[in-house]
């Protein structure tokens, strides 16, 4: 029989219709998981609570937040922007985190695994408020990590850039021959990364074996944030 890793995990993934959300469920389902796929914009304070309990038991929380990127001049960002960046990408997280957490606490197992950008890690021009929320979200998966370890819960997240998804880099970006050779310019890899290579990664950081890893942040970039 085929090794399914993530059987018997029931899995909540967050804007599944959106950014990494569709791959993401099928290689999780692939794997052996119960995906519980929610689309919810998860803009309404109660909607993170609301999705928690109509997933029923949830092993895996898999934060995956995403809108499409402002790219306004940092002295054109306005209070507008900048409050509706955060309620987008940065208020559903704590939102999700406190539905979910007493009862994997109160079971001592769950994993929560939060799919964020490594704009947070280098600088990128006309994109400060987009940097600064995704800047949060790792910020408080680190805090939230150390803090709930002790209770056999991992928090953790990816932090992506040239990565293949529809959100970020749709098919006439990635036709650009302009945007090709920024691709061989500015990453490593010189390609973009595959969707099903960053989702199976996000896969084994749902899983079992990967149980040692507290509030880390781990670079899925082809190399970006290295140059």
């Given amino acids: 029989m085929t090794d399914l890793p993530l059987r018997d995990k029931r899995i909540l993934v967050t804007h599944a219709d959106a950014f990494m959300g569709p791959v993401l469920c099928d290689v999780l389902a692939r794997q052996g998981a119960t995906v519980i796929a929610s689309t919810d914009p998860l803009l309404d304070p109660d909607a993170p609570a609301a999705a928690v309990a109509a997933a029923g038991r949830v092993d895996v929380l898999l934060a995956n937040l995403a809108i499409a990127a402002p790219t306004t001049p940092v002295t054109e960002v306005g209070d507008d922007e900048w409050r509706a960046t955060f309620a987008a990408l940065v208020d559903p997280l ?25 704009s947070a890690l280098r600088g990128i021009k006309r994109a400060s408020s987009y940097s600064a929320a995704r800047g949060a979200q790792l910020a408080y998966v680190q805090a939230v990590g150390v803090e709930v370890a002790p209770h056999n819960v991992q928090v953790n ?8 998804n529809p959100t970020y880099f749709p098919p006439e970006v990635q036709a650009n021959p302009r945007f090709q050779e920024r691709l061989k310019r500015e990453v490593p ?3 973009l990364v595959g969707a099903e290579e960053d989702a199976a990664f996000a896969a084994y950081l749902c899983s079992d074996a990967a149980s040692c890893f507290v509030g880390q942040v781990f670079p899925v970039c082809g190399g970006w944030v290295a140059r």
């Fill in 157 to 164: 997240a990816i932090a992506q850039n040239f990565v293949d």
């Fill in 189 to 191: 890899l010189g390609r």
């Fill in 94 to 118: 704590p939102r999700l985190v406190r539905a979910v957490l007493p009862a994997m606490i109160e079971r001592g197992a769950g994993k929560i695994l939060v799919m964020g950008s490594a």
